[in-house]
């Protein structure tokens, strides 16, 4: 529940490591919890280009999209 902490552990994360998908994977389900949608899709894109053949990735970006898509985000 301590979102910020998280973030700042996540940026820590991305410092030592910035071509690791899993550090905008779970970038994403932070910002996601927080409800910071954007940010949430921007993480999973970058997750995307990191890694092309990441299935979970590639379904939570298309389950993400659809989602603002109707909320007219």
């Known amino acids: 529940g301590d979102y910020q902490r998280?973030?700042?552990v996540l940026a820590e994360a991305e410092r030592l490591?910035?071509?690791c998908p899993?550090?905008?994977q779970y970038r994403a389900n932070v910002a996601y919890l927080m409800g910071d949608l954007e940010a949430a899709?921007?993480?999973l894109e970058r997750a995307a280009a990191l890694?092309?053949?990441n299935v979970a990735v590639r379904t939570n970006l298309?389950?993400?999209r659809r989602k603002l898509?109707?909320?007219g985000g």
């Open 6 to 8: 998280a973030l700042e």
């Open 17 to 19: 490591w910035p071509e």
């Open 22 to 24: 899993l550090v905008f």
């Open 41 to 43: 899709l921007a993480a």
């Open 51 to 53: 890694e092309p053949d």
């Open 62 to 64: 298309e389950r993400l």
């Open 69 to 71: 898509a109707e909320s």
